[in-house]
């Protein structure tokens, strides 16, 4: 990890990306991350909600965390971006050397549903 911010986060299967609503209300979710020369790497249906957000709101909060999303580390301020075509590609091979079979499964059932899919960056 290239970032001081970002040594908190070495060795973590989540971290938790904490999102914002128009009312300001947070919202956090728990994701796998991967990071890549300070730059980390989620993905998401681009449907979900946290997608939203971040088009309305690239300001986001993150931390390391357990499965369920208890920080485990402090709270850093952060920029989240919807990447394209390379860029997402090389997120999803980050993704995909990671998280291994989890990831594909996932991404197998995805393409049944015809969910597409978007990559976001982070950068700290």
């Not at 970002?6 to 128009?22: G, I, M, P």
């Not at 790497?41 to 909600?49: D, I, K, L, P, R």
């Not at 997608?51 to 920029?79: H, L």
Request: hydrophobic share 35%; charged share 25%.
């Amino acid at each position: 990890m290239n970032n001081d911010k970002l040594v908190q986060f070495a060795n973590h299967k989540y971290l938790n990306l904490e999102t914002c609503r128009k009312s300001g209300k947070p919202v956090p979710t728990p994701v796998w991350f991967a990071e890549d020369n300070g730059v980390l790497y989620v993905y998401s249906n681009a449907s979900t909600g946290k997608v939203k957000r971040i088009r309305n709101n690239p300001r986001v909060r993150i931390v390391p965390c357990d499965v369920r999303g208890g920080p485990t580390g402090e709270w850093i301020k952060a920029q989240a971006r919807i990447v394209d075509d390379v860029e997402a590609q090389r997120g999803h091979q980050l993704l995909n050397r990671k998280y291994g079979w989890q990831k594909k499964l996932i991404d197998f059932f995805s393409g049944l549903k015809n969910s597409k899919q978007v990559v976001m960056a982070i950068h700290v």
